[in-house]
């Protein structure tokens, strides 16, 4: 009887593309490169979306103002952002991920998690593996991705980050605590700047510096549960495993205007304009929407939402903006507070090719076929009118631009700062 075969390390990498939106605008517009180019609204309340390397060495980073970010690099090219466009470049970036594991958890548009563990006999080593995919990330889509190899995420995560752009750092397990314990506390998940300048106080500064102090001590300043959990990724442990098909469970648009706002129709106007841009991503990704979510965040920055069951899921920015501005109606405040920002959400999604035809009301079996006559049928048709009438204005902004066809009430201009998110998989572009 031939011997066992021992089992593989677990081999976790951790996949990040270098300053993604930034690179893409690059890639795309050659006279870019070597530029300092910020990706963000453009305007006194915007703020930065990603920032490619060259802006950064001036020190701009995601989620500065924009003011701030322009104090810094006043050169800086400042570029909207196209958020649909990225998602399409994402998908190809996932599908190249997928064909070297079927363990494979997105954090973000950019970056993900690849158990490639049961994988090595096919395709080598975890280093073999990063190198192989950063080759085919080059080749196929012209971008750059840094990889961290480790026995654990924790591990992984560190890695990609430490030799950015560019990089590919390897963290074996018998390395992993002369690995560590240089790094300063702030690598720790769970450690911002307020835990950092506590532990600071404690004399604490290194990953090091938290596995040699005692856990009680730990408990008695800053908690139990987070002293517990700083100990154990100080020593390297994570036992978190990778976890696949983590979609987004929401999908939504948000502009903020650059003086406050307190014309209620200026702004159903502006949530028509937002809803088509989400149920635009709706139609491209095959899904459609039972819940619409309206966000409205005053000029004195207090933020309220209020949200609406739809009868029949949908993916027609009509049917999503008029729900949206309806909810507006409801807002208290509006014309004496003034408004900063607002959003339209689309959630409770499902594949458009579910059966999903019947309204909420009523008791037809999964299976059901759409319904023919009465009020059923009449929203079934209406709502397949208006997805129509989008999948062709999709195809006109596919072929010109996207701006290149808008609704009426669009023309006195958008609010200036834009952004779009993919429910858990917010845009993400930093370190």
């Not at 959400?345 to 008791?363: I, K, R, V, W």
Request: glycine residues 10%; charged residues 20%.
């Amino acid at each position: 009887m031939p011997p066992a075969v021992p089992p593989a390390e677990r081999t976790i990498l951790h996949v990040d593309l270098d300053a993604f939106y930034a690179s893409v605008e690059q890639r795309d517009d050659p006279t870019l490169l070597g530029k300092p180019v910020v990706v963000g609204g453009h305007s006194k309340r915007g703020v930065v979306c990603a920032a490619s390397y060259e802006a950064r060495r001036f020190g701009v980073r995601s989620a500065m103002p924009m003011v701030k970010a322009l104090s810094l690099c006043p050169q800086a090219v400042v570029l909207p952002p196209r958020i649909s466009y990225y998602a399409e470049i994402s998908a190809a970036f996932f599908a190249i991920l997928a064909d070297h594991s079927p363990l494979v958890e997105g954090l973000s548009l950019d970056e993900a998690f690849v158990d490639v563990t049961a994988m090595q006999r096919l395709f080598g080593s975890g280093p073999e593996v990063a190198a192989r995919i950063k080759a085919l990330v080059r080749q196929q889509l012209n971008l750059v991705a840094s990889v961290g190899v480790a026995p654990n995420k924790f591990l992984a995560k560190i890695g990609s980050d430490l030799q950015k752009p560019d990089g590919l750092v390897v963290i074996k397990r018998d390395e992993i605590l002369s690995f560590l314990h240089p790094l300063p506390v702030g690598r720790l998940w769970g450690v911002g700047k307020v835990t950092e300048n506590a532990l600071g106080s404690f004399g604490i500064q290194t990953i090091g510096d938290v596995a040699a102090t005692p856990v009680d001590f730990l408990a008695a300043r800053i908690g139990r549960g987070l002293a517990t959990h700083l100990a154990a990724l100080s020593r390297g442990e994570d036992d978190r495993p990778v976890v696949p098909g983590r979609e987004a469970v929401s999908i939504s648009h948000e502009d903020t205007f650059d003086s406050d706002e307190r014309c209620l129709t200026t702004l159903s106007a502006g949530l028509l304009m937002q809803a088509d841009r989400v149920a635009e991503r709706l139609r491209r990704q095959n899904l459609r929407a039972r819940v619409v979510v309206l966000k409205v965040k005053y000029g004195n920055h207090k933020l309220v939402t209020r949200r609406r069951t739809l009868s029949l899921p949908t993916a027609d920015g009509q049917t999503l903006g008029k729900a949206a501005a309806d909810l507006l109606r409801n807002v208290p405040g509006i014309s004496q507070l003034g408004v900063r920002l607002t959003g339209v959400g689309a959630a409770g999604l499902q594949l458009a090719t579910q059966s999903c035809s019947e309204p909420t009301q009523g008791q037809l079996t999964l299976f059901a076929p759409p319904p023919t006559t009465g009020p059923a049928a009449v929203a079934v048709q209406a709502r397949e009118k208006g997805e129509r009438l989008g999948q062709t204005l999709d195809s006109i902004r596919d072929r010109f631009g996207g701006g290149s066809i808008m609704r009426a009430l669009a023309l006195d201009g958008a609010p200036a700062t834009t952004r779009e998110t993919f429910g858990r998989h917010a845009p993400h572009d930093e370190p």
